[in-house]
């Protein structure tokens, strides 16, 4: 059994910063891409931000150049930088990870269960 849980939403004022993490563990064989959703109320999930194994990222055009993703493979952890917050960026953001479990051949997408981001005066 593999999870994902997610920490570091909260309320932030517009322009202010937060810090999402998100930890892989369980029987965890390999973790190929990670990756970051969200989703607001009435609105359709949507990716963030993602990243390979190897580094190389992939950001949606509503957030490039305030937020930025990075990964710890040794602690099987995936970041959110974010900056200069909108309250466009209020949703529930949610952790993803394509992992492969220990005993199983295949890959498969896991999620977390959210953390709640609030900007808001």
């Known amino acids: 059994q593999v999870q994902l849980v997610e920490s570091g939403g909260g309320l932030v004022q517009p322009g202010g910063s937060l810090r999402l993490s998100c930890a892989a563990s369980?029987?965890?064989?390999?973790?190929?891409?990670m990756g970051w959703y969200r989703q607001a109320p009435g609105k359709q999930r949507e990716l963030v931000a993602t990243?390979?194994?190897?580094?190389?990222?992939n950001y949606a055009d509503s957030v490039t150049g305030r937020f930025t993703i990075s990964r710890d493979n040794a602690k099987n952890t995936v970041y959110l930088q974010m900056n200069s917050l909108k309250p466009e960026d209020t949703a529930v953001y949610l952790c993803?990870?394509?992992?492969?479990?220990?005993?199983?051949?295949?890959?498969?997408?896991?999620w977390g269960q959210g953390t709640q981001v609030t900007v808001s005066s």
């Open positions: 993803n990870a394509e992992m492969r479990r220990i005993g199983v051949r295949v890959m498969w997408d896991y």
């Open positions: 369980g029987s965890i064989f390999s973790i190929n891409a």
């Open positions: 990243i390979t194994s190897g580094g190389s990222t």
